[in-house]
């Protein structure tokens, strides 16, 4: 999961980040309305987190042109004021949903959360693959009944690779979706992650669920 925080007080947007990696989502910042647009434009975000007051542009002239552009991420409006006609505006201009600062950061991964969460996913906050499964509120990786201890990024991939299953994604797809923008992340680097991840969830198990498909990418299937 990608979030992008488009915040200009860095305090807050550094905690933010700091915050939403502990619970294993990744996250790329931008201090102003300029870049926030920027980066958003790309479509590479699963959801962004929009201050309302910001240098350049503000949080409502980067939702209305996001969405102009058919940019259609989540976005929660971060709004200081708590003004009714703010949020009713912020809606208006097409953000999906709004947090009055301060907020505690438990809603705010709530409202994440209710955001994120794909509508054929709502029964269920796990995903399978196989005799795998990943659990993405309590971050569990079970395989045979076996709980799999995986780190902060290999847990990101694995969960890029499950949300996008029987599909190949090549190193640069999982660079964006589980790396910030802000690192630089060698194509190596990604087959070292999987080296790392195939020894935990596939070398003990009889059947390889991680396949390389060499010249494409990687696929995680049964
Ligand atoms: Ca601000």
Redesign the pocket.
């Known amino acids: 999961m990608k979030i992008l925080i488009v915040?200009?007080?860095h305090l807050i947007a550094n905690a933010l980040k700091k915050g939403l990696e502990q619970e294993h989502y990744t996250a790329d910042l931008a201090f102003d309305g300029e870049k926030g647009f920027d980066l958003a434009s790309s479509g590479d975000y699963d959801l962004i987190l929009l201050?309302?007051?910001?240098p350049k542009m503000n949080g409502f002239e980067v939702c209305n042109q996001l969405r102009q552009q058919q940019i259609h991420t989540p976005i929660l409006m971060l709004t200081?004021k708590g003004q009714v006609e703010d949020k009713i505006k912020g809606l208006n201009n097409g953000a999906d949903d709004y947090l009055t600062k301060p907020f505690a950061f438990e809603e705010l991964l709530a409202r994440i959360r209710a955001l994120t969460r794909r509508p054929q996913k709502s029964a269920s906050e796990i995903i399978t693959i196989g005799d795998l499964s990943l659990n993405l509120s309590t971050y569990e990786v079970i395989r045979q009944g076996k709980q799999i201890n995986l780190s902060s990024k290999e847990y990101s991939l694995l969960e890029c690779l499950m949300r996008h299953a029987n599909k190949i994604l090549n190193k640069d797809q999982l660079i964006q979706h589980v790396w910030s923008y802000e690192s630089d992340i060698l194509p190596n680097t990604v087959e070292v992650y999987i080296r790392n991840l195939r020894q935990k969830i596939d070398q003990p198990f009889k059947t390889k669920l991680i396949k390389t498909i060499r010249g494409f990418g990687y696929k995680i299937s049964e």
């Open positions: 915040e200009d007080e201050d309302l007051m910001l200081a």
